[in-house]
């Protein structure tokens, strides 16, 4: 029987993870990754790092799983998106730290482009907005502040790559990027899945800076030999939150994913490319036969909500005991939080929204107030779907992640959006989707055999009446709209 190796690049680990073609984990390494802030809203990373505790993760996964390198049919990578890495294509050195997708130094370059009202077209082609998160602002900056690098990248001497580019630069010496991946830069028109020359002109980058864009599942190459002792193919390469939505069999329009982490991502498969108002257009996937689009809704805090209890509240110890005191109450007695920690993502967009908690009363106790922060994890999971509607309405939402472990957060989650909540046995799908994309990949398995591989461990049920989830939903968004206008209260 053959394996598979996923390739899991994250923004805090590089992980690595043995399938066998069953779908089942057998052995698994990380090794944290440690970013720098030079500045303040600046996220950096070494490049070298990246490919290091990669490379070793590899190594010790196949280790602990006792597999010979021979017996692995197939390569799958995830990684982080938008992160930018720039390296001299002769030696196939970094150029400098690598900058994460979380930095924001960009944001004066993406505001006068908006401001010079380019964000319509741009969207049209990219399905994306004008924003720091995307490569293309970071590029330029890297161009705009190094004249060196910059004269050196119009000479055709310097690459530039998000870190599944880093990674295959280093497994297989190839300077090669996947769809997915090169959708997130700003750069690559949506529809024709090519580098687009009026987005390269707008940003001032030279298109020789640029891998070549593949198909998301087939070939990237065979890996060095010299790296596990025999080269093996590399059939499937895919953005984290694509590869969570592969791993989760979202093979249909009107299927979604949402991956519960410090923030969460809500992703769903469209029949095609359409846009929608609030959230982003991105691709899904690319294989040969077919290209799949999905909308994507980005939360900026889920996760980092319940720490907040912690570390920021000191109502709960630690974060695996919010459930049990959420469970101390029916309901949350009229309290409604709004977790805009830092601003509100989609569909709202409100950089300058803060956090609040209303409805407070005498009777109040910490109880109500957890319960009330699992509702808004809950609550902007719907916000984003009810955006995707426009163009599909949601049919089923698959969790993953660390909340997802969480059984009344699950359950709240299925009343909020009136539609079955399905939790799958194992929760890493980012790593599972990685494998089973490679294993489509490389011909042993189709769609139909990673969807009979995905296996439900609880469904939870829609078990509120219409109207009382109507009239949450109603105290949701006034709370929502009072916390966009905190800067009206400011000035």
């Known amino acids: 029987m053959g394996y598979l190796l996923a390739l899991d690049q994250g923004t805090t680990s590089s992980r690595a993870v043995i399938f066998d073609l069953e779908g089942r984990p057998l052995a698994s390494a990380q090794h944290s990754l440690k970013p720098s802030f030079p500045r303040p809203g600046w996220v950096e990373q070494d490049p070298a790092e990246i490919w290091e505790t990669t490379l070793r993760a590899a190594r010790d996964a196949l280790e602990k799983a006792g597999i010979d390198p021979g017996k692995v049919a197939a390569i799958g990578i995830t990684n982080q998106r938008e992160t930018t890495i720039f390296w001299e294509k002769a030696t196939g050195k970094p150029l400098g730290p690598a900058i994460v997708w979380q930095d924001r130094r960009t944001a004066p370059l993406t505001e006068r482009l908006r401001q010079a009202g380019n964000e319509g077209w741009v969207r049209k082609k990219t399905g994306l907005v004008l924003d720091p998160y995307f490569s293309a602002s970071k590029i330029a900056w890297r161009l705009d502040e190094d004249p060196e690098l910059k004269r050196r ?36 028109d949506l529809e024709s899945l090519t580098w687009d020359e009026e987005l390269l002109e707008l940003f001032g980058v030279p298109q020789s800076l640029l891998p070549e864009v593949r198909p998301s599942i087939g070939t990237f190459g065979s890996t060095k030999p010299e790296l596990f002792g025999r080269a093996i193919p590399i059939t499937a390469v895919l953005g984290d939150q694509q590869a969570a939505l592969f791993g989760q069999a979202a093979f249909t329009p009107g299927m979604a994913k949402n991956t519960y982490g410090t923030g969460a991502f809500v992703v769903m498969r469209i029949a095609g490319f359409t846009l929608a108002e609030g959230v982003l257009t991105t691709l899904a996937w690319w294989r040969e036969g ?25 109502i709960i110890e630690n974060p695996r005991a919010v459930e049990a005191l959420a469970r101390q109450v029916e309901d949350t007695g009229g309290v409604v939080l709004v977790p805009a920690l830092t601003g509100l993502g989609a569909p709202h967009w409100d950089p300058y929204a803060r956090g609040l908690i209303i409805g407070l009363t005498r009777g109040t106790t910490r109880a109500h107030i957890a319960r009330a922060a699992l509702e808004a994890i809950a609550y902007q999971t719907l916000d984003a779907t009810q955006a995707m509607a426009a163009v599909e309405p949601i049919r089923e939402l698959r969790v993953d992640g660390g909340a997802s472990q969480n059984d009344l ?39 139909d055999a990673v969807s ?22 109603a105290a949701w968004k006034e709370a929502i709209e009072k916390a966009k206008g905190w800067a009206k209260w400011q000035t």
């Open 290 to 314: 077919e290209v799949a689009y999905a909308l994507e809704g980005s939360i900026f805090v889920a996760g980092a909500l319940i720490q907040w209890l912690v570390e920021g509240l000191g």
């Open 153 to 188: 990248a119009q000479n055709g001497e310097v690459a530039f790559g998000t870190v599944d580019a880093w990674l295959l630069e280093n497994l297989t010496g190839q300077h090669l990027t996947d769809a997915t991946n090169a959708s997130r830069t700003l750069l690559l």
């Open 452 to 473: 009979a591989r995905w296996k439900e461990a609880r469904r939870f049920r829609p078990s509120v009446d219409p109207e009382k989830r109507r009239q949450g939903w």
């Open 409 to 447: 957060l699950m359950q709240i989650q299925a009343d909020v959006l009136g539609v079955e909540v399905a939790r799958p046995e194992y929760t890493e799908t980012t790593a599972f989707g990685a494998a089973m994309a490679a294993a489509v990949g490389a011909g042993l398995l189709d769609l």
